[in-house]
């Protein structure tokens, strides 16, 4: 039972979530870090975000079942009963959103609420079902996270909070459609209006193309603001360029799996290393 409750958080995209989380925290705080703060934070967004990722799951238990990267996700719920799975998620997400706003501050309560309503409403009711903009408008929920841990320190909203909101939200598009471009046809059998289904392949390359290029005037931003440093710079810029021009270059390539494929892995190592980078090399108070 336990097992099956922890895999309806999605624990690989939960740990990624509660990171950014940590980082917007850090970068708030100048190496001026309350422990306390942070820990109160990093439970509150985790159950938050959890509470997400099991009513995700329990609303498309009919659709992930016809694909291969989500079908056992049907098994756990069934293991559970559907009527728990709901509630479960409904107690983990009220837990820590009464957490965040008592514990922490009103603001970062708020803003996690605001990331669960986008996740759940926006994208997983209406869009995911209706729309190719569900990867780009619900990115609004996937960008969140690091502006809950930066709010935690602030609480308030500044452009501090708008730059990590940028930065998540810019990469989210292109780091899902090149999953979306290998799996297209899972998509398409499960009725997904994904982008690459609908507009095809080569319009869904062409769309990536300023998502990718404009995280590079976001990591300028940070920087010339004085939110970090250097280093940060010089990383985020080269590893940018190379995703830039790994991107340009499904143009031309004919082998999309395999490019998608390769898009997929520099996306996720991008936001890695950007996110390491920007904790070591945040400015001093």
Known sequence: MLKDMIALTKPGLLRLNVFAVAVGFWVASKWDISWISLLMVLIGSTLVIASACVINNYWDRELDQKMERTKKRIDYINHLKPKFVLGYGIVLGVVGFVLLYFLVNPLSGWMALLGWFAYI?????????????????????????????????????????????????????????????????????????????????????????????????????????????????????????????????????????????????????????????????????
């Open 121 to 285: 409403v926006i994208y997983t009711m209406w869009l995911k079902r209706s729309s190719t903009w569900s990867t780009s408008l619900g990115g609004i929920a996937g960008a969140m996270p690091p502006v809950i841990g930066y709010c935690a320190v602030t609480n308030q909203i500044d452009a501090g909070a708008w730059l990590l909101f940028a930065l998540l939200f810019l990469w989210q598009p292109p780091h899902f459609w090149s999953l979306g471009i290998r799996r297209v046809e899972e998509y398409r059998a499960a009725g997904f209006p994904l982008l690459p289904v609908v507009k095809g392949v080569k319009r869904t390359k062409v769309q990536m193309i300023p998502y990718v290029f404009l995280l590079l005037p976001a990591v300028f931003l940070l920087y010339y603001y004085n939110y970090v440093g250097l280093v940060f710079l010089l990383v985020s810029v080269i590893g940018g360029l190379i995703w830039f021009v790994h991107t340009l270059s499904g143009l031309k390539t004919q082998d999309n799996e395999k490019w998608a494929k390769v898009n997929f892995l520099i996306s996720v190592n991008y936001l890695m290393v950007v996110f390491i980078v920007m904790v070591a090399n945040t400015t001093w108070s």
